[in-house]
């Protein structure tokens, strides 16, 4: 049984930082690419961040380019999404998640695993 496990999120003042974990069991963490998603109430859940097997290619979407940074430990089975320069929209139940495809993708219904999700809210 595959399992993802998210910790880190809170509540932070605009323009602070969080970095956000997710561990990964069950499974073979280095042959997957992860994902960041995040959904806000009342919206779809969106694409965050992905990185590929190995941490040889990042892609960020726009909103978060610049102010995020996704990061992989395989010895550990984690992946990372560190945050900076934090705005109040930014809130939202973050989620990691694995794909077994080596295409990149950010469509949410491409990935195979997923967390429970952690909360990030950011004051202003």
């Known amino acids: 049984q595959v399992q993802l496990v998210e910790s880190g999120g809170g509540l932070v003042q605009a323009g602070g930082s969080l970095r956000l974990s997710c561990v990964v069991s069950?499974?073979?963490?280095?042959?997957?690419?992860m994902g960041w998603f995040r959904q806000a109430p009342g919206k779809e859940r969106e694409f965050v961040a992905r990185?590929?097997?190995?941490?040889?290619?990042?892609y960020y979407a726009d909103s978060v380019k610049g102010r995020f940074t996704i990061s992989r430990d395989d010895a550990k089975n984690t992946v990372y999404l560190q945050m900076s320069s934090l705005k109040p929209e930014d809130t939202a139940v973050y989620f990691c998640?694995?794909?077994?495809?080596?295409?990149?993708?950010?469509?949410?219904?491409?990935?195979?695993?997923w967390g429970q999700g952690t909360q990030v809210t950011v004051s202003s």
């Open positions: 998640a694995a794909d077994e495809s080596t295409y990149f993708t950010s469509r949410a219904g491409d990935y195979d695993y």
């Open positions: 069950g499974r073979t963490f280095s042959t997957n690419a």
């Open positions: 990185i590929s097997r190995l941490g040889v290619s990042r």
